[in-house]
């Protein structure tokens, strides 16, 4: 049975999880402690418009801060739930953090969409989009649009007809999907053919060295002459310099993220940081390839 922890403190087995809390041990049992503890915070990176500066949402990107440890990054403990079903309750824990800030920071003035990574083992859970209508419906003052999802586009690997269903519902609900690291799969092709998700962010590999490397260049062009084609929105990832920045709007790639723009930044940053953000110079009035 769910554990209850208390008031305010998550509950982190649910009761689709009958004694679950007895069987995990070793760093699963450590980090679904953590979920209760409330030791894991959520940093914010901005993705904006490169040609306009207008802010288009922030990335939630999950933290540890650990007691002993420090702030420890997702890879130093994802990789340790992978395909279990703990992963799916730190989803559950990310997404009801989103719209929590989402509504404080609404509070505060400040409408920042939210995008919120998703786990394959998430994902494929049959229930995924009614317990996400129920999560929506519990914050009424969240609209449309303004949380949107991220899945690596090879989660649909073992079902692609089932989360090509989840996409297209989600998009009912009014929860845009991006493929997240998009071009790293074997398969990117036929993901993009058979995932109807309205974005695409072309993964920071391919973007880090396209200043530098002609194969890279490449793919980015391929990338954005399909995302055009397939009529899908497209985010750069690893925008680390304006130099990368005024390159991707000239390639006609019109939204960005990376260390360039801002680095992921704890949540009571961000209302400062959007007041004071402003285009580069070097960017401004940069010429657009029209790729329509
Ligand atoms: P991602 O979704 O592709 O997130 C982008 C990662 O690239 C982040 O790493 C971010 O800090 C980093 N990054 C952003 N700009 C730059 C740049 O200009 N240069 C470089 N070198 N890196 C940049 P982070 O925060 O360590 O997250 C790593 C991965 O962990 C994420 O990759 C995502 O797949 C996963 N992740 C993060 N938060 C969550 C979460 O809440 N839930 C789930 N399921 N996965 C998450
Ligand atoms: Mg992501
Ligand atoms: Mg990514
Ligand atoms: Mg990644």
Known sequence: RAKTLGKNRYTVFGDDMPAAGAQVSGPLAEIARAISNAEFVLHYQPIVNLQTGELNSAEALIRWQHPDRGLLPPAEFLPLIEGHPIAASL???????????????????????????VSSTKL???????RLRAKLGAHPRVGAGRIKLEVLETSALNDIGHVSQTITECA??????????????????????????????????FVR???????????????????????????????????HARMLVQMG????????????????QVKAWAAAWRLPDGLAGCRVLDRN
């Open 91 to 117: 989803d559950n824990w990310v997404m009801d953090e989103a719209l929590r800030q989402h509504q404080a920071w609404l509070a505060e003035g400040l409408d920042v969409a939210i995008s919120v990574n």
């Open 124 to 130: 494929q859970e049959r229930d995924f989009v009614e």
């Open 172 to 205: 009912a609900l009014g929860v845009p999907f991006a493929l997240d690291d998009f071009g790293t799969g074997y398969s990117s092709l036929l993901y993009l053919k058979q995932l109807p998700a309205k974005r695409i962010k072309i993964d920071q590999s």
């Open 209 to 243: 060295d396209m200043l530098v490397d002609s194969d890279d260049l490449a793919i980015l062009e391929g990338v954005l002459g399909m995302a055009a084609a397939f009529k899908r929105e497209v985010i750069a990832e690893g925008v680390e310099s304006i130099e």
């Open 253 to 268: 790639c019109l939204m960005g993220q990376g260390y360039g723009i801002a680095r992921p930044m704890p949540p009571h």
